[in-house]
């Protein structure tokens, strides 16, 4: 982006603002140096999918915003697009450039390397004469959702970002090295603490997405693959009242259709949804969202 920024720049007129929405924000910031009506963003938000087909009226809203402006930026420059993201539903969040690239490297480039590296370790082994990806299942699924995303977006971000993103990666490194250890001496006692203190994590980034984790009930529910299942089941829960606090649909084949995963709050209210949907003809499996 930084050469595109140069020319917006340049084309410009003196009383226009102009931001990106670039995964990355040191190089793009670097290029604006010199100009009072830059200010850099980069919305954290989307998914997987590409296509205007999964295009999302909602998208923005409750997502983090982040701002990075200059230290020559203009004031009021900035009090525009903070406005901006605002009416978007989003929430600004004001960052220096080098700090953003070094958090998103940890908390979304990472993620997409390993969910590269895992799913191609699991793609290229035959263990016995079996494919590991064809008898795959919850934990594998889950963790490289994000594999495969579009090379010609994620090609660049892991190049922009390199330096932050290979410290990420040695840091992690690290971690492996030391469950390695763990097994290799037999070190139960490690191992239990590292998995509490993931579940404590995990349970904190969960908090601050949804309040109260305790309260957070997940129904899996088995759906075919046939158009408007989705819709169905989400107008039903909401003509009872009951709120999806969040969802994912999983594909696993034509055949075998998919699991449809709600998250919703409250014992009651969870057990309603599942009540409700099994009364559809839905095979619904209800847990709470976190392990007590």
Request: with cysteine; proline share 5%.
């Amino acid at each position: 982006l930084t050469a595109q920024v140069r020319a917006v720049l340049e084309a410009s007129a003196d009383d226009c603002v102009v931001s990106d929405v670039g995964s990355t924000k040191t190089a793009v910031c670097a290029a604006a140096e010199g100009s009072d009506r830059f200010i850099g963003g980069h919305p954290v938000c989307g998914s997987e999918a590409r296509g205007p087909e999964h295009a999302s009226t909602g998208l923005f809203e409750g997502a983090t915003w982040f701002l990075s402006p200059l230290a020559q930026s203009d004031p009021a420059g900035y009090r525009l697009v903070h406005g901006f993201v605002s009416g978007l539903g989003a929430t600004p969040v004001a960052v220096d450039p080098r700090a953003h690239d070094r958090l998103v490297a940890l908390t979304s480039h990472l993620p997409h390397v390993l969910a590269n590296v895992v799913v191609n370790q699991a793609g290229a082994t035959r263990i016995d004469g079996h494919e590991p990806l064809f008898s795959a299942g919850g934990s594998l699924r889950d963790m490289t959702r994000v594999a495969g995303a579009n090379p010609r977006i994620w090609v660049d971000i892991f190049l922009d970002n390199a330096e932050a993103l290979r410290a990420a990666l040695a840091e992690h490194r690290r971690g492996v090295e030391q469950v390695e250890a763990a097994l290799e001496s037999g070190d139960a006692g490690f191992l239990a603490r590292w998995i509490g203190e993931a579940a404590g994590n995990r349970r904190g980034m969960i908090t601050e997405a949804y309040g109260d984790p305790g309260r957070l009930h997940r129904l899996r529910v088995h759906v075919p693959d046939r158009p408007g299942v989705l819709a169905g089941i989400t107008q039903a829960l909401g003509a009872e009242r009951i709120n999806i606090e969040d969802f994912e649909l999983q594909h696993h084949s034509p055949e075998r259709g998919g699991t449809l995963t709600v998250l919703v709050a409250g014992g009651q209210e969870a057990e309603r949804a599942a009540a409700l949907l099994e009364a559809q003809g839905y095979g619904v499996v209800l847990a709470p969202a976190l392990d007590r």
